[in-house]
C-alpha cells in the first residue's frame, strides 16, 4: 500500500503561481511513476501531468503546458506541481497518483484507470 498526501493548495488570484506537494509513504518511491490530476466542480477529473519514475520523462495536458512544472525528488519521496500564471479555470482539487512500474524504463500515464494509488486531494482556487 501507498499513501499520498497532497499540501500546497489555497487561494490565489489569477497570474499567481503556487506549489504542490505529494508525499508518498513508500519504501521504493523510485519504482512508482507519478502523476496529478484535477476536477472541476461538476466536472470528470481530468489529467494535468505526469512524471517518469527518474524524472527524465515529464508530460502535460496542453491546458497547462508552458504553466506547470511536474518534477519529483526521490530523496524525500515527494513530487511537486509548480503552477505559475494561474488561471480561474485552473480552480479545482487536485489529485496526485501513483503507479508501480519498471525502471527499465521512461513510463508515463496519463489516464486516471492506469493508477493504482491517489491522495485525498487539495483545493486549489483561483480567483479573477
Not at 497547462?64 to 519529483?72: E, L, N, Q
Not at 480552480?91 to 513510463?107: D, H, K, M, W
Amino acid at each position: 500500500q501507498v499513501q499520498l498526501v497532497e499540501s500546497g493548495g489555497g487561494l490565489v488570484q489569477a497570474g499567481g503561481s503556487l506549489r504542490l506537494s505529494c508525499a508518498a509513504s513508500a519504501r521504493t518511491f523510485s519504482s512508482y511513476a507519478m502523476g496529478w490530476f484535477r476536477q472541476a466542480p461538476g466536472k470528470e477529473r481530468e489529467f494535468v501531468a505526469a512524471i517518469s519514475w527518474s524524472g527524465g520523462s515529464t508530460y502535460y495536458a496542453d491546458s497547462v503546458k508552458g504553466r506547470f512544472t511536474i518534477s519529483r525528488d526521490n530523496a524525500k519521496n515527494t513530487v511537486y506541481l509548480q503552477m505559475n500564471s494561474l488561471k480561474p479555470e485552473d480552480t479545482a482539487v487536485y489529485y496526485c497518483a501513483a503507479r508501480r512500474t519498471s525502471q527499465s524504463g521512461s513510463f508515463y500515464y496519463t489516464t486516471s484507470n492506469r493508477y493504482d494509488y491517489w491522495g485525498q486531494g487539495t483545493q486549489v482556487i483561483v480567483s479573477s
